[in-house]
């Protein structure tokens, strides 16, 4: 059988989420007994709590949503490049030991362990990284961090790259025991009419 390697992080009330983001929350609607046959949940959160594809909305406006973005690009083969350690930004030079034959989705690890509490001091991309790897036929960037853009960014320079390009983003992955290497992706975002990002259950498929 092919293994899986599950990307994600569990989503919980104490899972990292920027600052003013809606954390995730339950509370019971009904719960087993003589009187009712089920359990059951109601949730509460931002779509952007644990591992998510943020939707084109997410940083524009009258552009699409999570319940209309295209999802070919959530599923396919995929390359993992390790850049652990690289620093603030992810540049061409941390990914071109790796480039050769790009498949169109490509996640980079830059942790040796994903936080699991908030650190605004994360990994994000450099927007000519964003352009490099467009150029080469990528269609969709990830990475193990919260955001593409570094926390304090007020421009979004590598959001805007996504938009310009029509490249699709996974944010938020735990690529801890995850090999470089080729893999089979599938990550696909939940139909949420009108919402900015959708929560996803990403995970790793060998070829």
């Known amino acids: 059988m092919k293994r899986l390697w599950d990307i994600s992080p569990l989503v919980a009330p104490d899972a990292p989420i920027f600052p003013g983001d809606e954390p995730y929350a339950l509370r019971w609607t009904a719960r087993l007994s003589p009187d009712c046959p089920v359990n059951l949940s109601a949730l509460s959160m931002s779509p952007h709590v644990g591992a998510h594809a943020d939707a ?20 396919g083969p995929c390359r993992v490049i390790h850049a652990i350690g690289c620093g603030a930004l992810i540049r061409i030079e941390h990914l071109a030991h790796a480039a050769a034959d790009l498949p169109e989705r490509v996640l980079v690890r830059c ?6 509490v908030w650190n605004p001091n994360f990994t994000a991309y ?40 029509d490249l699709r983003v996974l944010e938020n992955l735990v690529l801890d025991d995850v090999p470089e ?3 089979e992706l599938i990550a696909l975002p939940l139909k949420l009419a009108g919402a900015c990002a959708s929560p996803v259950r990403a995970v790793l498929r060998s070829l």
């Open 126 to 165: 450099a927007p000519e990284t964003v352009a490099w790897l467009a150029e080469r036929g990528v269609r969709l960037i990830g990475l193990d961090t919260p955001s593409v853009d570094p926390a304090s960014s007020k421009t979004l320079d590598s959001h805007q790259q996504l938009l310009r390009l």
């Open 181 to 183: 290497g080729d893999y």
């Open 56 to 75: 084109p909305l997410h940083y524009a406006d009258g552009v699409a949503s999570a319940a209309e973005v295209d999802l070919h690009p959530y599923l």
């Open 111 to 116: 942790m040796q362990r994903a936080d699991t």
